[in-house]
């Protein structure tokens, strides 16, 4: 038997989009703190320590609430039932424009990913959200998320959101360079380090930034073309200076 939930979806438009999550009676789905955007009568919320795992003991939720604690997401996960006895919805939204991915963890070598920290919006019930720390120091200072990224394990639906437009790369025993702040995502079997964009004039005066994520292996690897922060910084340099 599957410990997550089975739960369908329908995702509605094209760069703000949100997930309509479709919940048979007795299914959860769980979701990060302020990610839904209504739910119809029937689905009853609850705020919990925990990832949406199987039930953990009060030691366990703290240590669960710590580990998110350590990614930088809030210490709670919310959980949304359907208490009704017919099918009802939900609707969750990612805080910033772009794509919500939806990923069958079941198909999933070790039906595991790991993701950024802030990538994740919402699960099956069953999902398990752990920290994943880097393995080489490099990765760790300029990985562009730390030490730290977010593992999702489980055998159900979950959805991350990324920004711009998210391109799948199969990777077959091969190598593949990204910016740092574009790399979104990838699954088990790619390993995960950081190299010099090139010569000292490339990281200079290239335009690419001094790093870049180098992915090797076989699996799957997931990038976007306009992370957040490299959104924010070209609205600012369009604001009127100060005068």
Partial sequence: ??????????IHGDDLQLVEVILDPGETVIAEAGAMVYMEDGINFETRFGDGSA????????????????????????????????VRKVAFAAPTPGKIVP?????????????QRDAFLCAAKGTRLEIS???????????GEG??????????????SAGGTVVPKELKGES?????????AFT??????????????????????????????????????MPFAKLAEQIISHLPKPE
């Fill in 147 to 160: 030490f730290i990224l977010q593992k999702l394990h489980g055998d159900g639906i979950a959805f991350f």
């Fill in 188 to 225: 088990e079997g790619i390993d995960y380090s950081i190299q010099a964009a090139g010569g000292l004039r490339s990281m200079l005066f290239g335009g690419e930034g001094i790093f870049l994520a180098t992915l090797r292996g076989t699996g799957t690897v997931w990038v976007q073309s």
């Fill in 1 to 10: 038997m599957p410990r997550c939930h089975e739960v369908d979806y329908t």
């Fill in 55 to 86: 039930d953990q003991g009060m030691l366990g939720k703290l240590f669960s609430a710590g580990k998110r604690m350590l990614t930088g997401e809030s210490l709670f996960i919310t959980h949304f039932t359907n208490e009704s006895d017919v």
């Fill in 133 to 143: 720390l880097t393995k080489k120091l490099g990765a760790g200072f300029f990985g």
């Fill in 103 to 115: 990923v069958d963890m079941s198909t999933l070598p070790g039906n595991t990913i790991q993701c």
């Fill in 176 to 184: 593949l360079r990204v910016d740092t702040g574009c790399l979104v």
